[in-house]
């Protein structure tokens, strides 16, 4: 069974930075793509980026394009979010995603598996 373990949630001001991980286990794909999701309170899910593991393509919302890196160690089967420049609006639980197959989807319902969710609080 596939299982995700994100970490590196917290507390930061505006302008500041956190990186979050989420390393998986138990799984066999030859190729997998991550994802980065955040929830809100009382809006829907979002899709903040993604990663596929062939070739590294990714993707970024336009809200965090440029502030926002993804990346991906394939030996760790872990995958990161580099989050620079926080801004109170950035504020949410944030999912990592993992699913098998070479390509990556914006849409949560394309993922198999989640991380457990961590807390990201921006303060002004």
């Known amino acids: 069974e596939v299982q995700l373990v994100e970490s590196g949630g917290g507390l930061v001001q505006a302008g500041g930075s956190l990186r979050l991980s989420c390393a998986a286990s138990?799984?066999?794909?030859?190729?997998?793509?991550w994802g980065w999701f955040r929830q809100a309170p009382g809006k829907a899910r979002e899709g903040v980026s993604c990663?596929?593991?062939?070739?590294?393509?990714?993707y970024y919302s336009d809200s965090v394009k440029g502030r926002f890196t993804i990346s991906s160690d394939n030996a760790k089967n872990t995958v990161y979010l580099q989050m620079n420049s926080l801004k109170p609006e950035d504020t949410a639980v944030y999912y990592c995603?993992?699913?098998?197959?070479?390509?990556?989807?914006?849409?949560?319902?394309?993922?198999?598996?989640w991380g457990q969710g961590t807390q990201v609080t921006v303060s002004e």
């Open positions: 990663i596929r593991s062939s070739d590294g393509s990714t």
């Open positions: 995603a993992f699913r098998g197959g070479n390509y990556w989807s914006i849409d949560p319902d394309e993922y198999d598996y």
């Open positions: 138990g799984f066999t794909f030859d190729d997998y793509a």
